[in-house]
């Protein structure tokens, strides 16, 4: 007796939602490119990069139904937020930390994502913060559909919380705190570590005993999947699984997508003092762009032509983004507590 082979979900992806990915993955690409080259031409103060995490975290951002799912990112979410509905100019503007920035006005630190219309939720920056707030998130959405005490017509609509983090992150008490809840409690909630296998400047066997963070999804009682995160449509695949158990009530996912940064933790960062040129050589041979790109190619979805006008099309955005987000004028001293203490009247 033969078994029939199950379709991958990314399989059912049209033409025109691949090419869509494409660009989110080249647009985020461009748009990092060039916050590092600000920061060397001294005009911005910091930078996190998310390069080479770009497979993973567009994989995660086309797998849920974004702008009803609730989104918790971590510094390094650049292409998952820009799938999401943050544009270059937005997050250039926060890099200046210019009058108007989509964020917090200004106030906040860049990297820090917050867009209420696409309920992106601002996060801290002290790592793996987000994790029990997700989860707090996921736990209100089970509550308000199984009580049904809310008088609102999209409270039966499925929704889950994802949210994002390093493998380093998964050292802090507040991960084992969050992942715990959402075991207990079978909460509709994803929680993606982007495992690029650097906490900063410390290997991730100096992290944790264990081989794999999805070895420990076991001890939160919650199913736990590893994928290669340089590998979009992977990333997709196991995202998509991880969407339909939250929506059909069947609990949370822990999914570990093992990537690698091909650039310094952060711009503070000089990553030749903890390893090697020839690895990181190494693994830009394994670049998710180049390989999602190849296989566009290789399907006849991408021709040459197209590729062409997406790289102008990206480059003059950026070009654009750059000179706006430069031109636009700093906050006035009066906004100073504009948004950080409620009005007396109000309070």
Same mark, same amino acid.
């Given at each position: 007796?033969?078994?029939?082979?199950?379709?991958?979900?990314?399989?059912?992806?049209?033409?025109?939602?691949?090419?869509?990915?494409?660009?989110?993955?080249?647009?985020?690409?461009?748009?990092?490119?060039?916050?590092?080259?600000?920061?060397?031409?001294?005009?911005?103060?910091?930078?996190?990069?998310?390069?080479?995490?770009?497979?993973?975290?567009?994989?995660?951002?086309?797998?849920?139904?974004?702008?009803?799912?609730?989104?918790?990112?971590?510094?390094?979410?650049?292409?998952?937020?820009?799938?999401?509905?943050?544009?270059?100019?937005?997050?250039?503007?926060?890099?200046? $930390?210019? %009058? &108007?920035?989509?964020?917090? #006005?200004?106030?906040?630190?860049?990297?820090?994502?917050?867009? @209420? +219309?696409?309920?992106?939720?601002?996060?801290?920056?002290?790592?793996?913060?987000?994790?029990?707030?997700?989860?707090?998130?996921?736990?209100?959405?089970?509550?308000?559909?199984?009580?049904?005490?809310?008088?609102?017509?999209?409270?039966?609509?499925?929704?889950?919380?994802?949210?994002?983090?390093?493998?380093?992150?998964?050292?802090?008490?507040?991960?084992?705190?969050?992942?715990?809840?959402?075991?207990?409690?079978?909460?509709?909630?994803?929680?993606?570590?982007?495992?690029?296998?650097?906490?900063?400047?410390?290997?991730?066997?100096?992290?944790?005993?264990?081989?794999?963070?999805?070895?420990?999804?076991?001890?939160? $009682?919650? %199913? &736990?999947?590893?994928?290669? #995160?340089?590998?979009?449509?992977?990333?997709?695949?196991?995202? @998509? +699984?991880?969407?339909?158990?939250?929506?059909?009530?069947?609990?949370?996912?822990?999914?570990?997508?093992?990537?690698?940064?091909?650039?310094?933790?952060?711009?503070?960062?000089?990553?030749?003092?903890?390893?090697?040129?020839?690895?990181?050589?190494?693994?830009?041979?394994?670049?998710?762009?180049?390989?999602?790109?190849?296989?566009?190619?290789?399907?006849?979805?991408?021709?040459?032509?197209?590729?062409?006008?997406?790289?102008?099309?990206?480059?003059?955005?950026?070009?654009?983004?750059?000179?706006?987000?430069?031109?636009?004028?700093?906050?006035?001293?009066?906004?100073?507590?504009?948004?950080?203490?409620?009005?007396?009247?109000?309070?």
């Amino acid at each position: 007796m033969t078994t029939k082979a199950v379709e991958r979900p990314s399989a059912q992806l049209s033409q025109e939602t691949l090419l869509d990915m494409f660009w989110m993955m080249l647009l985020a690409r461009r748009t990092d490119e060039r916050a590092w080259v600000l920061h060397r031409q001294g005009k911005i103060a910091f930078h996190a990069s998310g390069i080479g995490h770009e497979g993973a975290q567009v994989g995660a951002a086309f797998a849920i139904n974004r702008g009803v799912d609730y989104v918790y990112p971590y510094y390094r979410d650049l292409a998952l937020s820009i799938s999401l509905g943050v544009t270059p100019l937005d997050y250039l503007m926060s890099t200046f $930390g210019k %009058k &108007g920035e989509y964020s917090s #006005g200004g106030k906040q630190m860049p990297c820090h994502y917050s867009v @209420k +219309a696409s309920n992106i939720v601002s996060g801290s920056s002290v790592v793996a913060t987000q994790v029990p707030q997700a989860a707090g998130t996921a736990f209100a959405i089970k509550y308000r559909q199984e009580t049904g005490l809310v008088d609102r017509a999209d409270v039966t609509q499925p929704r889950l919380a994802l949210t994002c983090l390093g493998e380093g992150s998964t050292s802090q008490g507040e991960w084992h705190e969050g992942m715990n809840w959402a075991g207990v409690h079978q909460l509709p909630f994803i929680c993606l570590v982007q495992n690029n296998l650097y906490a900063i400047s410390v290997p991730v066997d100096q992290q944790m005993a264990v081989p794999n963070v999805a070895d420990r999804a076991a001890a939160y $009682g919650m %199913k &736990g999947v590893m994928v290669d #995160g340089n590998d979009m449509l992977a990333v997709y695949d196991v995202m @998509k +699984a991880a969407v339909e158990r939250a929506y059909n009530g069947d609990g949370p996912t822990l999914v570990e997508a093992k990537t690698y940064r091909t650039v310094p933790h952060s711009s503070d960062d000089d990553d030749r003092s903890y390893r090697s040129r020839e690895e990181v050589e190494e693994w830009k041979l394994k670049d998710p762009i180049t390989r999602f790109q190849q296989y566009l190619t290789d399907e006849g979805i991408l021709t040459p032509d197209a590729l062409d006008d997406y790289q102008q099309r990206a480059k003059a955005q950026v070009d654009a983004a750059t000179q706006a987000a430069e031109a636009a004028p700093w906050p006035d001293i009066e906004e100073l507590y504009t948004g950080v203490y409620a009005p007396l009247e109000e309070a």
